[in-house]
Nanobody, 115 residues
Framework: QVQLVESGGGLVQAGGSLRLSCVASGIIFRRAAMGWYRQAPGKQRELVASITSGSWTNYADSVKGRFTISRDNAKNTVYLQMNSLKPEDTAVYYC?????????WGRGTQVTVSS
């Protein structure tokens, strides 16, 4: 059973920081491309950041320079360090894993940034 469990969300003031974590199980983590997505009310789910099995990274333009995605294969965990948070970053953040066996989603963690 594939499971992705996000944590680290919460309320933070604009300009603050949060670090999200996603622990994966049931997959060969080191072979999976991992991504963080977010969905705000009334908006489509969008890619925030991704990291390949080879640790190449990609970021949405809106978060470049503020967010950093990383992975720890020994812990089957992907992280999203979020700095200089803005109210428009408010959303449910979802972890995604993609590999040959399929694509899987976590349940999400709420991030709320107050102005």
């Amino acid at each position: 059973q594939v499971q992705l469990v996000e944590s680290g969300g919460g309320l933070v003031q604009a300009g603050g920081s949060l670090r999200l974590s996603c622990v994966a199980s049931g997959i060969i983590f080191r072979r999976a491309a991992m991504g963080w997505y977010r969905q705000a009310p009334g908006k489509q789910r969008e890619l925030v950041a991704s990291i390949t099995s080879g640790s190449w990274t990609n970021y949405a333009d809106s978060v470049k320079g503020r967010f950093t995605i990383s992975r720890d294969n020994a812990k089957n965990t992907v992280y999203l360090q979020m700095n200089s948070l803005k109210p428009e970053d408010t959303a449910v953040y979802y972890c995604n894993a993609d590999h040959l066996l399929g694509s899987w989603w976590g349940r999400g963690t709420q991030v709320t940034v107050s102005s």
